[in-house]
């Protein structure tokens, strides 16, 4: 087999879970938590380490913004042989009653990006995988980390749906805070859903520096930088959880 088109990877080259930030930068933090990790390919935003955690191989491939960028890398990685894919990322919070910071474990996406319309009819669900939810508020519970678990809003146009829009971005969220969604953010809706249908677990896990509802709370950097760091701790323990689920103790 050639080396994917995009990711520039072939098989082996990854381990059966593949952690997905969007942030090249994150990708780094996130390989600097695994017990070791070596740089392994680096075409456009797609920049992937591989290497082990607890004896256990896991990736980590960073997609870029947006659900097109992630299909691609979802995609490539499946036909690689990836069969855990986990979201670690960002988000804006729109319900009031979420501290700032949060980490959120998306149970389901509202699909409103473009991508997954390409795919799939509207009426199809975008739901994270429940083995990989279950081991992720498993894992938190165990390092007594908070999390709280719910649904995103998944969507394509930053600049109008979040505290930096020129629009009413409120008003055009408020049927989402309505209904009980707990944040927004831009790769769950394809995510979820390809996942499904292509037979491997998907799962998301965001931190959030801010609300909508409530931009004058901003947590620090400090603050992310502790919130990413769980949410990525906990990622890695469920990659563990997920092995031995598949593959048994040994």
Same mark, same amino acid.
């Given at each position: 087999?050639?080396?994917?088109?995009?990711?520039?990877?072939?098989?082996?080259?990854?381990?059966?879970?593949?952690?997905?930030?969007?942030?090249?930068?994150?990708?780094?933090?996130?390989?600097?938590?695994?017990?070791?990790?070596?740089?392994?390919?680096?075409?456009?935003?797609?920049?992937?380490?591989?290497?082990?955690?607890?004896?256990?191989k896991v990736s980590v491939t960073s997609t870029g913004i947006g659900c097109p960028a992630v299909a691609i890398a979802v995609e490539e990685l499946i036909k690689i042989g990836a069969k855990n894919l986990i979201r670690i990322g960002t988000g804006g919070m729109i319900q009031t009653w979420l501290p700032v910071p949060a980490i959120i474990v998306i149970t389901g996406a509202v699909r409103g990006d473009g991508t997954s319309r390409e795919y799939f009819p509207l009426e199809y669900p975008a739901v994270a995988d429940f083995?990989?939810?279950?081991?992720?508020?498993?894992?938190?519970? /165990?390092? +007594?980390?908070?999390?709280?678990? !719910?649904?995103? =809003?998944?969507?394509? #146009?930053?600049?109008?749906?979040?505290?930096?829009?020129?629009?009413?971005?409120?008003?055009?969220?408020?049927?989402?805070?309505?209904?009980?969604?707990?944040?927004?953010?831009? /790769?769950? +809706?394809?995510?979820?859903?390809? !996942?499904?249908? =292509?037979?491997?677990? #998907?799962?998301?896990?965001?931190?959030?520096?801010?609300?909508?509802?409530?931009?004058?709370?901003?947590?620090?950097?400090?603050?992310?930088?502790?919130?990413?760091?769980?949410?990525?701790?906990?990622?890695?323990?469920?990659?563990?959880?997920?092995?031995?689920?598949?593959?048994?103790?040994?």
């Open positions: 087999m050639e080396k994917q088109h995009h990711i520039q990877l072939l098989p082996g080259d990854v381990g059966e879970t593949v952690f997905l930030p969007g942030d090249i930068s994150r990708a780094k933090v996130i390989a600097d938590h695994f017990d070791k990790a070596e740089l392994v390919a680096h075409s456009r935003q797609y920049i992937t380490y591989t290497g082990t955690y607890q004896g256990v083995h990989t939810v279950e081991c992720l508020m498993k894992s938190a519970e /165990e390092r +007594g980390i908070k999390v709280f678990a !719910g649904f995103e =809003r998944c969507h394509d #146009a930053f600049y109008a749906e979040s505290v930096f829009a020129d629009i009413d971005y409120l008003a055009r969220g408020k049927p989402w805070m309505d209904a009980g969604v707990l944040i927004t953010s831009n /790769e769950s +809706g394809t995510l979820l859903p390809l !996942g499904m249908v =292509r037979g491997v677990r #998907a799962a998301t896990v965001l931190c959030s520096a801010g609300c909508h509802q409530r931009p004058d709370l901003v947590a620090t950097e400090e603050q992310m930088t502790k919130a990413i760091s769980d949410a990525i701790v906990i990622s890695l323990d469920t990659a563990v959880k997920l092995h031995h689920l598949d593959h048994g103790k040994k």
